[in-house]
């Protein structure tokens, strides 16, 4: 059995790591709650601007090809694996590492024998993982998330742009997690580029629009700002699933501490229990001791 000074050692080391857990749980409350209200305000504006331009090209007598679409044989490859800076998130960069992984070695795993998959790693942690792999890795954008903004992240998504319109990669995917509820965040693995061509249902309803200019110019201006939306929307949905994840990670944290302290404390007064028991039988058998001398 333990000491009593080891015991008590113990029990101060924990509740001192409880008040820190207790702490880290409340700052990521206060953070999730901007980070949720970035991402709910994002979405109605990134679904209408998908919506405008997927109805535009609905409708359109022909879908000519445009740089962001062309669909060409996949020898190079560009992962974006958006994680977070810090850790203490439970399984929050595990699952999206994992994903990266899963496509490094399946999907694209030709080309990643070959060399030809590149990394683009927002986030350290995922940028630390790669950087011990043998996978070639862009890590201009890896801290973005020490000021999240649309201008700096405008700047990582013409970059990932640029790169697939000169042919430099061939695929673009975006691997993130998706934010639900605080206890729920979905690893989400998105085909970024090239876009998907939009088809026109046959419940399509033909709306009399007029279009100024003209349909082509405005499908050529909506869609690099589309894209640098989705990108934006993707880093705030995993932002908001860090400080979920962080805020449900510290409070099964601190509910673990506490019950932890619990065993400590019945440790503790075992311990002193026979400590006073062996003090009082010492006792008892010292004094039978000097009745006998």
């Known amino acids: 059995m333990p000491s009593l000074k080891e015991v008590r050692n113990r029990i101060n080391s924990v509740r001192s790591t409880q008040q820190i857990t207790k702490a880290m749980k409340m700052v990521a409350a206060a953070k999730l709650r901007r980070a949720q209200d970035a991402i709910i305000q994002m979405r109605p504006y990134s679904q209408r601007l998908q919506g405008i331009l997927s109805n535009i090209i609905a409708t359109m007598e022909e879908q000519s090809v445009n740089a962001f679409s062309e669909n060409r044989p996949v020898q190079n490859v560009l992962i974006v694996c958006i994680t977070s800076d810090r850790g203490l998130c439970g399984s929050f960069n595990t699952n999206v590492i994992k994903a990266c992984s899963a ?129 934006y929307k993707a880093l705030l949905e995993s932002n908001a699933s860090e400080h979920g994840a962080r805020m449900t990670a510290m409070d099964k944290a601190t509910e673990n501490a506490g019950e932890l302290l619990k065993e400590l404390r019945l440790v503790y007064n075992r311990s002193r229990q026979a400590a006073i028991t062996k003090e009082i039988l010492e006792i008892v058998g010292g004094a039978e001791a000097l009745a006998k001398g």
């Open 103 to 231: 496509l490094l070695n399946g999907k694209y795993a030709t080309q990643h024998q070959a060399g030809r998959v590149t990394v683009l790693a927002i986030g350290k942690k995922g940028r630390d993982f790669f950087a011990r792999k043998n996978v070639p890795l862009i890590t201009d954008f890896a801290e973005l998330f020490n000021k999240l903004s649309f201008d700096n992240v405008r700047r990582a998504a013409e970059f990932v742009m640029e790169g697939f319109v000169s042919k430099k990669y061939d695929a673009v995917e975006l691997v993130y997690n998706e934010f639900k509820n605080v206890a729920t965040q979905i690893v989400r693995t998105v085909p970024y580029l090239p876009l998907q061509q939009v088809r026109a249902h046959a419940t399509t309803i033909a709306s009399d629009f007029i279009y100024e200019p003209d349909k082509a110019a405005i499908v050529a201006e909506l869609l690099p700002k589309t894209l640098k939306v989705q990108f």
